[in-house]
């Protein structure tokens, strides 16, 4: 073999090195965007999707009414533990709901009862039509309304009353308070969540002096930075949530999708969901 022929066999060596080689290179790369394609892919399929639907099944209580026998405006002369005595009728409170949403929900033992918020604040549970509480000086929003054993609101007009409160010598109306004007009253998720009962959150709350529709005045709820705007008042059902502190914000839109002027037409909670 003359030397030529090497050189030309020792080139053709080194070509056929250097394509074996780049396929490798290409072949390990198309490997690792594999790889990187199917992390991402799996990254997507396991991140939980918020979702907000509609809660069904519940018993209707058409019929239920809850009574305050004092009058719409009431006045009393000095702050401190004030007793109110409710009338109950067509529920029983301290009663399990029926159907089957106390097992998808985070339900009370102590069963049926009232909520009470003053000032659109978290409500208190009462499991009797009769109690006692503090009141401080000043003008007060007071919404009570019969709740189903797993927190769901009754949504009749009978169910639910309204009273603005008044307490102390010449109190200051720093809310501004217009009773007839369009309200959010806010009432569920609230406090923490643990296990199962993180799996579905029961999302509830009161409009009053308005109704909701798709053309109309509708609320807007952003969780945990995802908005829905719900145009019918019904309870909601949120899932997908992660565990950890959560942020939940309603407000009450017009028609144009503009926040209705209200002391209590924006409101933002916090919830904690624990596995």
Avoid at 131 to 148: D, M, Q, T
Avoid at 257 to 274: C, D, S
Wanted: with cysteine; proline share 5%; charged share 25%.
């Amino acid at each position: 073999m003359n030397t030529n022929t090497k050189h030309i066999v020792i080139a053709l060596v080194a070509l056929l090195f250097i394509f074996t080689a780049c396929k490798q290179d290409k072949k390990a790369a198309n490997k690792e965007e594999t790889i990187a394609d199917d992390t991402e892919i799996e990254t997507r399929t396991t991140t939980p999707k918020i979702t907000l639907q509609k809660l069904e099944s519940s018993p209707a209580y058409v019929d239920a009414s809850l009574i305050l026998d004092l009058p719409k405006h009431i006045e009393v002369a000095e702050a401190g533990e004030m007793d109110f005595s409710f009338k109950v009728e067509n529920y029983e409170l301290g009663a399990q709901t029926g159907g089957p949403n106390p097992q998808k929900l985070a339900n009370s033992g102590k069963g049926q009862h009232i909520h009470f918020i003053l000032d659109n604040q978290p409500y208190s549970a009462h499991y009797e039509p009769i109690f006692k509480k503090e009141i401080p000086k000043g003008v007060h929003h007071l919404v009570a309304f019969l709740s189903r054993s797993y927190h769901e609101s009754v949504k009749n007009s009978n169910s639910v009353v309204v009273r603005k409160l008044t307490v102390g010598d010449d109190p200051k109306d720093v809310l501004g308070l217009e009773m007839e004007a369009p309200t959010l009253i806010y009432s569920r998720p609230k406090g923490t969540y643990e296990g199962k009962n993180a799996e579905q959150i029961l999302l509830d709350f009161f409009v009053l002096n308005t109704t909701l529709s798709e053309n109309g005045h509708k609320v807007r709820a952003t969780i945990h930075g995802e908005k829905f705007m719900i145009t019918e008042w019904v309870p909601h059902v949120i899932k997908g949530l992660p565990m950890g502190e959560i942020t939940i914000q309603l407000e009450l839109l017009d028609e144009t999708g503009t926040l209705i002027p209200g002391t209590f037409n924006t409101v933002l909670r916090k919830i904690t969901l624990k596995p």
